[in-house]
């Protein structure tokens, strides 16, 4: 690491994705400016319903549509059942419960909300398990990947709030790990398709 990576700001608060999973396989981030104080900007990020990302955006939607054929198909070569996960009516971090497949690790409002998963999302399958939050950090078990996600709001002049949005993901074995690592790899750009999507669906609740 450089001296200037090394550098230790005065004060700095500790994040809480780095709390939840401080060492990871992979990471993305992508970025807005989102109109208004970061008051504003965490009540849009609370309020959004992500949802409206699949719902509004088309490449969004034929990606999942991609996925879940690819799924449907895996399935049948591997003569196991396939059912479509059901479709919640909103999707909105206000919502979220400590326990569950997606559960929130951590609230430090108006800076950051935590949210994360455990589960397998490689080779064809889908499968998250059913956890509480305070679970997720210890969590070891072979054959499954961690997901730590935030969003970090940040003063952006006077009147507007740059939102980053962080996937983190650590695999939990070396095998899973390069499995997940095969999966990653060509989809990461598809993924900040999605991020991206969403930073837009929390940008129009500002306005």
Known sequence: MSALGEIVVAGARP???EDALPDFDAVRREHAVIPGRREIAWHAVMAADFLDAW?????????????????RATSVVQGRAYSEPPVPES????????????????????????????????????AWLDIDADEFAAFGRPGFARIACNFSLRPYGRAATLVTYEVRTQA????????????????????GVVMRAQLTVIGRETR
């Not at 569950?100 to 609230?107: D, S, Y």
């Not at 939990?172 to 990653?184: G, K, N, P, Q």
């Open 15 to 17: 994040m809480l994705i």
């Open 55 to 71: 719902r509004d955006n088309r490449v969004v939607s034929a990606l999942f549509a991609a996925r879940a054929a690819a799924e």
């Open 91 to 126: 999707l909105r971090l206000a919502d979220m419960e400590h326990s569950g497949e997606w559960v929130l690790l951590g609230e430090d409002q108006p800076r950051e909300i935590a949210f994360g998963a455990i589960g397998r999302f490689w080779a064809g399958e889908t």
């Open 172 to 191: 939990t074995d070396d095998a899973s790990r390069r499995a997940f690592l095969r999966y990653w790899k060509p989809l990461s750009p598809f993924i």
